[in-house]
């Protein structure tokens, strides 16, 4: 089993940036792929990004491409969501996952993003 927990959210001008670190603890990282997805308020949790076991492959929603990019540092058991040129419509709870196989199956708790314009 994995723990992830996230932090770094907060709020944020339109047009800014924040990083989201997820720490994970009780299995190696490196065993996991990684994915970002997030809920805005009164809609469904989405996918944003996921990252390969390695770091070598990525993925994003086309909404965040060429804005997120999420990364590895499997040394330290973190995944990173770098959110640039943010706008309002990001404004959202951001989780962390892991997937060992087909399904995401480890969660964080979440963590707050306001962006306002």
């Known amino acids: 089993q994995v723990q992830v927990v996230e932090s770094g959210g907060g709020w944020v001008q339109a047009g800014g940036p924040l990083r989201l670190p997820c720490a994970a603890s009780?299995?190696?990282?490196?065993?996991?792929?990684m994915g970002w997805f997030r809920q805005a308020p009164g809609k469904e949790r989405e996918f944003v990004a996921e990252?390969?076991?390695?770091?070598?492959?990525?993925r994003y929603i086309n909404a965040v491409r060429g804005r997120f990019t999420i990364s590895r540092d499997n040394a330290k058991n973190t995944v990173y969501l770098q959110m640039n040129s943010l706008k309002p419509e990001d404004t959202a709870v951001y989780y962390c996952?892991?997937?060992?196989?087909?399904?995401?199956?480890?969660w964080g708790q979440g963590i707050r993003v306001t962006v306002s314009s």
């Open positions: 990252i390969s076991r390695g770091g070598i492959v990525t």
């Open positions: 009780g299995r190696t990282l490196s065993s996991y792929v």
């Open positions: 996952a892991t997937k060992l196989t087909s399904d995401y199956d480890y």
